[in-house]
């Protein structure tokens, strides 16, 4: 297989030049705004795009973006960057297609702000300061992966400076907390590998989602998964669909608590989001 990346990578060009196993990056979810219309859209865009017959990528986080905890929570206001961490997490290994995870963002690290005399970024410096570039380095700091001096990464000077949270935002000490990012990532992408319908399963957005809540199913014969995410700063009701087929949902995944409660919950039941929240619920057959 091979991956191309576009300098203009819309969902339209990308699906263009997407063959078989050979994939192409597209930038729709990751141009998104966090919010409901905005992800809504991006998802609307991306499958009318590549239809059933190509297969997409999800992509949140690279080396030339700022890294997706700084820039959804910071530019929607949200107070708390690893809520929005794990609840993105959740969007981009349950949407259709080929999920891609830039370093770093498992533990749901920031921007860092680099002085202009350590940048590494030397395209950044052929800009007049009236054009506002955005200094790449931010995005480009070193790994951490345990507490103390060069932080599991190095034992002399990296190329930049390391995070000023680097002490308690490391792999480390996040694998022992089974509430941080770390944790979540892990325990999605072994969600996925064991479910089908998260794996190859079409995707269908419900119509009648609204406001900041994002409603789609994952299905595939004989399972259907259901995702809710709240990107929004209020709390989202959503009362579960069903029909004689589908009596009720069992809960899966929740980021807002650190294991799968495994509640059975009945079709036409209210559920309630908190910001940043993220459910994914399985239908009982």
């Not at 219309?37 to 795009?49: D, M």
């Not at 981009?92 to 749901?108: A, D, Q």
């Amino acid at each position: 297989m091979s991956v191309g990346e576009l300098f203009d990578g819309n969902a339209a060009v990308a699906a263009g030049l997407t063959a078989g196993r050979h994939l192409v990056f597209d930038w729709t979810l990751i141009d998104a705004a966090w919010t409901g219309p905005a992800i809504r859209s991006a998802l609307e865009i991306r499958e009318a795009a590549f239809g059933d017959e190509r297969w997409p990528t999800a992509v949140l986080s690279n080396h030339d973006r700022p890294r997706h905890a700084s820039g959804l929570a910071n530019t929607a206001g949200a107070p708390d960057a690893d809520a929005v961490a794990r609840a993105a997490a959740v969007l981009l290994l349950t949407v259709r297609g080929t999920p891609f995870l830039y370093y770093g963002e498992e533990i749901g690290m920031r921007d860092v702000e680099i002085p202009p005399e350590e940048s590494v970024d030397l395209p950044a410096f052929r800009f007049g300061p009236e054009s506002n570039p955005w200094d790449r380095s931010a995005c480009r700091t070193p790994m951490p992966w345990s507490p103390g001096p060069g932080s599991g990464f190095t034992v002399g000077r990296p190329w930049l400076r390391f995070a000023p949270d680097v002490e308690v935002r490391n792999v480390e000490v996040q694998r022992a907390d089974p509430g941080s990012v770390l944790s979540t990532y892990r325990r999605l992408l072994a969600m996925r590998a064991a479910t089908p319908a998260l794996q190859v399963g079409s995707l269908q957005l419900h119509p009648a989602a609204d406001g900041d809540l994002v409603a789609y199913t994952r299905d595939v014969p004989g399972q259907r998964i259901l995702v809710l995410l709240n990107p929004g700063r209020d709390e989202a009701a959503w009362d579960l669909p069903g029909n004689r087929e589908v009596p009720g949902w069992r809960l899966l995944f929740d980021t807002a608590t650190a294991s799968a409660r495994d509640a059975v919950i009945a079709a036409g039941a209210s559920v309630v989001l908190a910001p940043d929240e993220a459910l994914i619920l399985e239908a009982l057959c």
